[in-house]
């Protein structure tokens, strides 16, 4: 049965290297939102960027990729979902939908320290590697990290290696 894999975690934390990870040991396909909203719309990006701009816009790009990920799973195929997934409520929204679709859904939570992710953020900015995809300042990464719910004992008990 295919299985949904759920990558969550704090920005800096390590998410995208993993995401990047699980597609060569599960031979599945990735879905990225950073790339996906750098694609669709980072021409469009307003100079003072706010959540207000950035959240339906997301919610938009989660709807889509999720369409587009119900035939790579009926077809037995893993998704990797590199979404972040920042709040508690968008990670069971995504949880409840593979299941009710009749997929197995794997649960990754990766974290590092705070400051070594506000590092490897700023690093990030500077090489602009395999996994950069957009300038994340310093004020963003405080506000993002600031916005990040924690996971509960439950969703950690649902987590793979847990």
Same mark, same amino acid.
């Given at each position: 049965? @295919?299985?949904?894999?759920?990558?969550?975690?704090? *920005?800096?934390?390590?998410?995208?290297? *993993?995401?990047? #990870?699980?597609?060569?040991?599960? %031979?599945?396909?990735?879905?990225?939102?950073?790339?996906?909203?750098?694609?669709?719309? !980072? @021409?469009?990006?307003?100079?003072?960027?706010?959540?207000?701009?950035?959240?339906?816009?997301?919610?938009?790009?989660?709807?889509?990729?999720? #369409?587009?990920?119900?035939?790579?799973?009926?077809?037995? =195929?893993?998704?990797?979902? !590199?979404?972040?997934?920042?709040?508690?409520?968008?990670? %069971?929204?995504?949880?409840?939908?593979?299941?009710?679709?009749?997929? #197995?859904? @794997?649960?990754?939570?990766?974290? @590092?320290?705070?400051?070594?992710?506000?590092?490897?953020?700023? %690093?990030? =900015?500077?090489?602009?590697?395999?996994?950069?995809?957009?300038?994340?300042?310093?004020?963003?990464?405080?506000?993002?990290?600031?916005?990040? %719910?924690?996971?509960?004992?439950?969703?950690?008990?649902?987590?793979?290696?847990?």
């Amino acid at each position: 049965m @295919a299985t949904v894999h759920i990558i969550f975690g704090p *920005l800096g934390a390590g998410k995208s290297t *993993l995401a990047r #990870q699980l597609v060569a040991d599960h %031979q599945a396909i990735r879905f990225s939102i950073d790339e996906w909203m750098h694609h669709l719309y !980072d @021409a469009d990006r307003p100079e003072q960027l706010g959540l207000n701009w950035v959240w339906p816009r997301v919610r938009r790009c989660e709807t889509l990729i999720w #369409q587009t990920c119900l035939p790579i799973l009926q077809a037995g =195929n893993d998704v990797v979902l !590199d979404f972040g997934f920042m709040t508690f409520e968008s990670r %069971q929204l995504h949880r409840t939908l593979a299941l009710e679709a009749g997929f #197995q859904v @794997a649960g990754h939570f990766v974290d @590092a320290d705070r400051q070594l992710r506000r590092e490897r953020v700023l %690093q990030r =900015n500077k090489v602009k590697g395999e996994t950069f995809t957009f300038e994340v300042t310093g004020p963003m990464f405080d506000a993002m990290d600031a916005g990040f %719910q924690r996971p509960t004992d439950l969703e950690m008990k649902e987590c793979v290696g847990a």
